[in-house]
């Protein structure tokens, strides 16, 4: 994007990207900004993320609050990772054709 955009624009860009939980790699490359601009930018917005929000996001699965202290004692004391975990408390399905 070689055109400059007006306050408005960027705005509405970041809010929409957040809203729509776009990476946050592709909200900066829409507006043309480094990734720390574009935190500094939806923090005075009120739009950021919280860590559990963004935690969520990374993993791409939700995990409740009944099953989240047997989640994290896999993770931590089981040492497995993270969709391994979730397979285990069925909170995810198996892919069936992966290897």
């Known amino acids: 994007m070689n055109t400059k955009l007006n306050s408005e624009d960027r705005r509405k860009i970041i809010l929409d990207g957040y809203g729509n939980n776009e990476p946050l790699k592709d909200i900066s490359a829409k507006i043309g ?23 969520e996001f990374r993993r791409g699965f939700h995990v409740p609050e009944n099953k989240r202290q047997d989640y994290y004692r896999l993770m931590i004391t089981g040492q497995y990772k993270a969709r391994e975990c979730a397979l285990m408390l069925g909170l995810i399905k198996e892919q069936s054709g992966t290897k």
Do not use: H, I, M, Q
């Not at 900004?33 to 739009?47: E, F, I, M, P």
């Open 33 to 55: 900004c480094s990734l720390g601009s574009l935190k500094v930018a939806a923090s005075k917005l009120g739009c950021t993320r919280t860590p559990k929000e963004a935690a």
